[in-house]
T-cell receptor, first 112, second 115 residues
């Protein structure tokens, strides 16, 4: 089973809202990732968690706050977002950091 | 930072034709990955390459890890309509100063198959 699940599939939020994106995998992977993808562009790395510890933060604004409650779950907390933050947010996991990454289906986020 | 040059940017082919796309870089990578992405979906892993010179097949797909570790190609044989999508190469290497690994993506090749 190489499945990464993400909820919700779609999210519309106002600039004053607080929401969270969720990601789950049950493959026993110890590295998990958040990416942001704009239309017609490749995914851009936001955060990397390795063994439940944040190992890479790609200078992401503080209105995005990641959380890794356990080895199977990854959350992305959103607060005071801007319209330019509208994008497809992808979660991925890998056995450890230097192995292939498996992506979830993504959450389509629209900020109004 | 590292950059990957992926070509072609787009291609239109007849069903049944073979397809070839490649990625090059001035940087060395220790892993090459190839993904396919359909609109509104996440990238799906097609092939993973871990050793320089490695040639790996997955059904009608064949990919190679260049001997210099700076390039990779993906071939699709006998294309079918469901091959339509965007193909991304991605190279993995150590993230500078952090002891962690990161993926660098090419800009993608948009494949259209004419029935």
């Amino acid at each position: 089973d190489t499945e990464v699940t993400q909820t919700p599939k779609h999210l519309v939020m106002g600039m004053t809202n607080k929401k969270s994106l969720k990601c789950e995998q049950h493959m026993g992977h110890r590295a998990m990732y958040w990416y942001k993808q704009k239309a017609k562009k490749p995914p851009e790395l936001m955060f990397v968690y390795s063994y439940e510890k944040l190992s890479i933060n790609e200078s992401v604004p503080s209105r995005f706050s990641p959380e890794c409650p356990n080895s199977s779950l990854l959350n992305l907390h959103l607060h005071a977002l801007q319209p330019e933050d509208s994008a497809l947010y992808l979660c991925a996991s890998s056995p450890t950091e230097n192995y292939e990454q498996y992506f979830g289906p993504g959450t389509r986020l629209t900020v109004t | 930072g590292q950059q990957l040059n992926q070509s072609p940017q787009s291609m239109f082919i007849q069903e049944g034709e073979d397809v070839s796309m490649n990625c090059t870089s001035s940087s060395i990578f220790n892993t090459w990955l190839w993904y396919k992405q359909d609109p509104g979906e996440g990238p799906v892993l097609l092939i993973a390459l871990y050793k320089a010179g490695e040639l790996t097949s997955n059904g009608r797909l064949t990919a190679q890890f260049g001997i210099t570790r700076k390039d990779s190609f993906l071939n699709i044989s006998a294309s079918i309509p469901s091959d339509v999508g965007i193909y991304f190469c991605a190279g993995q290497t150590l993230y500078s100063g952090a002891g962690s690994y990161q993926l660098t993506f090419g800009k993608g090749t948009k494949l259209s198959v004419i029935p």
